[in-house]
């Protein structure tokens, strides 16, 4: 029996830990578009800025806290605004609202 090239178990086939330079690897495959990566960064970041940002639209939570927190403060006399969202949280779970949800 003639023994296999270095690097190539007897069945012919590479072994993954032992590479040799006759072995060509492949490159992996960019998942780029080529005409994206043709253009400098600085004409791409230009292009970002132009597009209009459209703002999300807010969920009802948000649209009860807008209506409500001058309510809070005015009532609680608090100025930190995490104690402030952690009362209205509470109301929300409890049920407090009307026609929110």
Known sequence: MVPPPHGLHPTG?????????????????????????????????????KRPHIKKPLNAFMLYMKEMRAKVVAECTLKESAAINQILGRRVSRGGTKGLG
Do not use: D, G, M
């Open 13 to 49: 086939i590479p072994h993954p830990a032992i590479v040799t330079s006759n072995i060509k690897q492949e490159p992996l495959p960019s998942h780029s578009h080529p005409q994206e990566s043709a253009r400098p960064l600085s004409i791409k970041k230009e292009e970002e800025k």
